[in-house]
């Protein structure tokens, strides 16, 4: 108990120290992210972040580019967060809330890209409810999502790649990429901690891009 309580008061002063990256009651943003940035341009939200690698090299390569990953474990989110920190890069933001939440945080329209990096692909059937690409889930997204705007999906797991390539289809998103080998093909890849493990174990990579149609559509 005693180390237990120790544990998170570290985690407490960790995360103190990491400033205004981590965004309290998130909602009272809802609508102002850009406001909150202090810049205009394209918003883009990870799903899952980990450990932060790929929102990291991403807001590095992108500048321009504002970043919100989200990650409900605080003891992971907190490695991604001193990263950030440590590298100074001003264009990411972190929550520590569950996907499921994020209708009350962003505004219609206000995200233009959705990141999901080897999410927990939940193999038993009834365990598919937990998908980050369940119709519901989906649901969610779709409310702050512009017309046109995307979901960039990696996976390691066949069977989540192909539920999600069903759920979207059926949710009325098209695909602009489908790749059952990521690293066959020349496309400019930024690595997460997870696709290094695969990666060296010899798997393959699938990855998609679902746009959701404009209204014209
Ligand atoms: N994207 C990282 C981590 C992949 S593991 C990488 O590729 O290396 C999946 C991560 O998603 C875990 O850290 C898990 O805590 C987080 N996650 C899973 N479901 C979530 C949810 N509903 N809301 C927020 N984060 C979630």
């Not at 409900?72 to 001003?90: D, F, S």
């Not at 927990?120 to 969610?140: A, S």
């Not at 017309?147 to 009325?172: A, C, H, I, M, Y």
């Amino acid at each position: 108990m005693f180390m237990r309580m120790r544990r998170k008061r570290n985690l407490d002063a960790r995360i103190e120290k990491c400033g205004e990256l981590l965004v309290h009651d998130p909602a009272q943003y809802k609508g102002r992210w850009r406001e909150l940035f202090g810049m205009a341009g394209e918003l883009h939200l990870e799903i899952g972040c980990g450990k932060g690698d790929f929102v990291l090299e991403s807001a590095r390569r992108y500048p321009d580019v504002m970043f919100v990953a989200v990650e409900r474990y605080r003891n992971v989110l907190l490695l991604a967060m001193e990263k950030v920190q440590a590298a100074g890069v001003n264009n990411v933001l972190f929550l520590d809330v569950d996907a499921a939440t994020l209708g009350d945080v962003f505004g219609a329209d206000e995200v233009d890209r959705i990141y999901l990096n080897f999410s927990d692909p939940w193999p038993p059937k009834k365990r598919h409810k937990r998908r980050l690409t369940h119709e519901n889930f989906l649901r969610v997204y779709d409310d702050f999502l512009k017309p046109g705007g995307e979901v960039w999906q990696k996976t390691d797991n066949q069977g989540l790649f192909e539920f999600s390539l069903v759920s979207f289809s059926r949710f009325g998103y098209t695909f602009r990429e489908v790749s059952l080998d990521l690293h066959a093909t020349d496309f400019d890849n930024i690595m997460t901690e997870y696709e290094r493990g695969f990666v060296e174990q010899g798997l393959k990579i699938y990855r998609l891009v679902a746009r959701k149609p404009k209204q014209s559509e």
